[in-house]
């Protein structure tokens, strides 16, 4: 992985727990998609995966493994080649903006 690599859920999707006719978003992956709209040239220097919403997600179990499924998540490269990640809003939006210059949320 050269690039961080942010997976994102893609923003129209049926969930058959409520019938399969109802559509959804993440609202999460949607706060996502509104930085990065915002600020193109930061969001150019990621890797940028959009997945389905149902599990397994199999481009993040690749990167992340089974257990780490919950998106978004940001993934990187460490120094000795294992992977790190953050896949809470917290953890995510804190590396967005220490490892690419993203603004910070406000509190």
């Not at 600020?39 to 257990?67: C, H, M």
């Not at 809003?89 to 993203?102: K, V, Y």
Request: charged residues 25%; negative net charge.
């Amino acid at each position: 992985m050269t690039k961080d690599r942010l997976f994102l859920l893609d923003s129209d999707w049926a969930d058959p727990a409520y019938g399969g006719d109802r559509r959804f978003y993440c609202q999460d992956c949607m706060t996502v998609e509104g930085l990065l709209a915002a600020f193109p040239d930061r969001a150019a220097n990621l890797d940028i995966s959009r997945v389905a919403w149902p599990r397994p997600r199999a481009a993040v179990v690749e990167v992340l493994g089974e257990a780490n499924q919950n998106l978004p998540a940001l993934a990187w490269t460490l120094s000795d080649g294992s992977t790190a990640f953050a896949n809470d809003m917290p953890g995510l939006l804190r590396a967005l903006h220490e490892r690419h210059g993203f603004p910070e949320r406000h509190p």
